[in-house]
């Protein structure tokens, strides 16, 4: 039978503690300086949405980010009138509104920085008569080309820590 020794038991701990710091920073660059990954930012209750939008613009504005679409036809994509975020820029994604709460994403774009007139692609066409949110993502990386939603981040407003979002309708 082993008996108990001290290096066994120093040893332990390291890797322990080793083990606990890999996992509590994750996926943090062993070249940079540690520092925690953002949390994802979870929407625990529904957004308020209007009832009804009383123009046919819907604009989210803060210090850190602009966000301006219009009522539009349904159809294969999404106009947004103009968005304005620091660089290195963010994903656009629109997303169905059902009961309240934010649903699937339809599509997504990328905009490098302040945009007007952008076009975003959908994988499934909107319907008219429904409300749609537009909602910006930060990219895992500034050099991605592909929207994930596994890696992507909500951009949240620095100045009002709220996710920033848009609403339209579709019109018959």
Known sequence: MKTFSTQTFIG??????LLSVAWFYGNASWGAALVPKPAQTAMTAAPQIPATLTSATS????????????????GGTVQIESV???PPGVWIAIREVSAGALGNILGAARAGGPRSRVSVPLLRA???????????????????TVFDLK?????VDLTSSRPVIAYFNTID
């Open 151 to 155: 890696t992507a981040s909500v951009y």
């Open 59 to 74: 604009t989210a504005t803060s210090t850190s980010a602009a966000l301006s679409v219009t009522d539009q036809p349904a």
């Open 126 to 144: 909107t319907m008219p008569g429904r409300t749609y949110a537009v909602e910006l993502y930060r990219p895992a990386n500034a050099t991605s």
């Open 84 to 86: 304005t975020v620091p």
């Open 12 to 17: 332990g701990l390291i890797a322990g503690i």
